[in-house]
């Protein structure tokens, strides 16, 4: 059997999941009233179940995410929705706290989050045989630590494609809580991580001064979406439930296209995962939507510089560099690519991301809105391009159509048109209607076939009409459009009624965890999480951070994100261009708040801890 290869859309509301499906979305994911990590980005259960239903008729999936950890007087509530959830047709959930492995559930699928971290074999395989279908991987593995989980378990992998990066082990970070009491684990994350900072080293020097030394380059992997597909993803996720539509369309369209291309080239193993052909008006590229710049983090090893230093802002597409600036304009390379309206942004003298609106656009000349001293030479990128906008943001931008053959043909009393759509469902629509003749008995066959191609606004496309007579039978267009028209509306509800939602009851398992000790890492905040773990053997469960947090001491995030390594001052990697050893402990420090950061060499990870905290200094 071909393995499904599916593209997994954000949507932040009923709209924006529309338009990703409409733009070639496999599936999507999308949050509900409560208990989702993005609290900006919820939703009432009649809009999910209208999205469900819409994404159903194109067998594309809908999936709810629920992954923020729970407290106990939650629990209840969180059962119920899930009820509703399953009764309204939802095809999956992603969760992050394994109470919800001990409520009393409908046989709905589960995905565990990427906030369960998900990065080692043992608990990948641990979560599958508790009775996880899918496992979002955590975004920090490599090709070869992919490929050994999926050598090891045949859970379903998905993995991050396109969007913003966290910083932290995802469901691993603690700075936005300890911070202003808003825990990211419970979907308000203040992200901390893109502040501007001061490195200060362990004389007491200041390194760098107000540079984003937390924030990093947003993820783009698609160029390895073959080789991830070889090592075991079946699923590619798209960051992005709080971007706009824009940014969604043109992802999605982008990875549609692009995994298109594959799935053509390897027909014989893989197929896509949902229904219909997407036609576009725009020409997607990940450039044009917000972006910090792109890296493939640690896909292929760790071997560039990820930081996003100067700015957590957007930086858009590259233009050209500053030639030089003419009274009141500026001359840019490449200047008539530019439009009346765009945004452009470029780094000041102090390091610092700046920006400008173009007021008006002409012959390679730009007249902004205030014009600012910028040095010639300065790299001029685009973060709002009007045009490309404008176009996106049209409904029409993005068409998505299901294939179908139409056999019209005569019968007893009169007609029948029959549809088969590309996935073999029919639907069929009768007249009765006498048989007469055309005038002069000439054929007007191509005037049935010119009318029966007009589908409309409907989610069809024809691509093959047949006509079946005995003789050049006459009929009116009204009748035709009508016959149409009907087979069409109930074609609908044969592919809906035809849809298989897959289910899984979840049945309570005892195996042993991969670990007997547990601690605030693991976000036990309930009764029943602990219940979970100690079922399968856990003998020490420490509290969630949130219930235990220790002001001024406590290790606020683990990350494979590496300052040393940014500065080039790592051991491992800089040896032959080290110099001179920076002094530590380094220290962040951004007004009131300050942290010590601690580096582990051996798994290459670093520790980023509140400005009170002791440890030793690990020798390099």
Partial sequence: MKKKIEILAPAKDLIQGMAAINSGADAVYIGAPQFGARSNATNSIEDVAELVKYAHLFYAQVFVVINTILYDNELETCSKMIWELYNIGVDALIVQDMAIMEMDLPPIILHASTQANNRDPKKIKFLKEAGMKRVVLARELNLHQIKEISDTTDVELEFFVTGALCVSFSGNCYMSVANGERSANRGSCAQNCRLPYNLIDGNGDTLIKNSHLLSIKDFDVSDQIPNLIEAGICSFKIEGRLKDIVYVKNNVSYLRQKLDSFLEGNSDKYTKASSGKCTFTFDSSLDKSFN??????????????????????????????????????????????????????????????????????????????????????????????????????????????????????????????????????????????????????????????????????????????????????????????????????????????????????????????????????????????????????????????????????????????????????????????????VKEPLVLKQGELEYKLKFNCKPCEMEIWEKDAEFEIEED
Avoid at 383 to 412: C, G, Q, Y
Avoid at 573 to 578: A, N
Wanted: a negative charge; proline letters at 3%.
């Fill in 292 to 581: 910090r710049g792109y890296t493939d983090y640690f896909v292929n090893e760790r071997y560039q510089s990820i930081g996003s230093w100067e700015s957590p802002k957007s930086k858009g597409q590259y233009i050209g560099k500053l030639i030089q600036t003419v009274g009141n304009s500026y001359q840019i390379e490449n200047g008539e690519l530019l439009n009346n309206g765009d945004g452009l942004c470029f780094i000041n003298e102090n390091n610092e991301a700046d920006g400008i609106y173009v007021n008006r656009a002409e012959n390679g000349f730009v007249f902004p809105n205030v014009l600012k001293e910028i040095k010639d030479g300065t790299f001029i990128y685009r973060n709002n391009d009007a045009a490309f906008i404008k176009v996106v943001e049209r409904e029409d931008s993005a068409v998505r159509k299901i294939s179908i053959s139409l056999l019209l043909f005569e019968n007893e009393n009169g007609f029948e048109l029959t549809a088969t759509d590309e996935d073999g469902n029919v639907s069929s629509a009768t007249l009765v209607h006498p048989k007469e003749a055309t005038k002069n008995n000439e054929s007007i066959e191509e005037n049935f076939k010119i009318n029966l191609a007009k589908t409309g606004f409907t989610p069809y496309i024809v691509d093959e009409i047949t006509i079946q007579f005995s003789g050049n039978w006459f009929l009116p267009i009204s009748k035709i459009n009508e016959m149409r028209r009907t087979v069409l509306e109930q074609l609908s509800e044969t592919r809906l009624a035809n849809y298989h939602r897959e289910e899984q009851p979840i049945v309570k398992t005892s195996h042993p965890y991969p670990e007997e000790k547990l601690d605030f890492m693991y976000n036990v905040a309930n009764k029943l999480a602990r219940k979970f773990y100690e079922r399968h053997g856990v003998t020490e469960i420490e509290k969630a951070f949130e219930l235990q947090w220790d002001p001024g001491k406590s290790r606020v995030m683990t990350t494979k994100y590496c300052i040393k390594y940014e500065l080039e001052k790592c051991p491992k990697y800089h040896k032959d261009t080290l110099g001179v050893k």
